[in-house]
């Protein structure tokens, strides 16, 4: 199984950027998802949660800027960022809750949680 995020991107203050974040592989399925951040000097820090059922949580800092969403029958998940702040700057991550099953059963095979490559978000004043 593999994540691969994408749309991150420079952006002026108070613009918007949409990031994308899809699972590809075979025989799996996936359960919290989330978004991280990395500032530079900084640790990886949690943006925002959504759970299969379309739960969701935010950090105080994005609350009411930003919005996560999925498509389960996509295996995606996006966040709507907007009225971006140059403190937004930041390699963005995704993370999912993901099991494996034995190939052609509901087996379960493993259950880890997967990273996708970052994508940089750059909010310039």
């Known amino acids: 199984v593999q994540l691969q995020a994408y749309g991150g991107g420079l952006v002026q203050v108070g613009g918007s950027l949409r990031l994308s974040c899809a699972a590809s592989g075979s025989s799996f399925s996936i359960n919290d998802m989330g978004w991280y951040r990395q500032a530079p000097g900084k640790e990886r820090e949690l943006v925002s949660i959504?759970?299969?059922?379309?739960?969701?949580n935010y950090a105080d800092s994005v609350k009411g800027r930003f919005t996560i969403s999925r498509d389960n029958s996509k295996n995606t998940m996006y966040l709507q960022m907007n009225s971006l702040k140059p403190e937004d700057t930041a390699v963005y991550y995704c993370n999912a809750a993901v099991i494996t099953y034995y190939s052609g059963t509901s087996y379960v095979r493993t259950r880890d949680s997967y990273w996708g490559k970052g994508t940089q978000v750059t909010v310039s004043s």
């Open positions: 959504i759970t299969t059922g379309g739960g969701t």
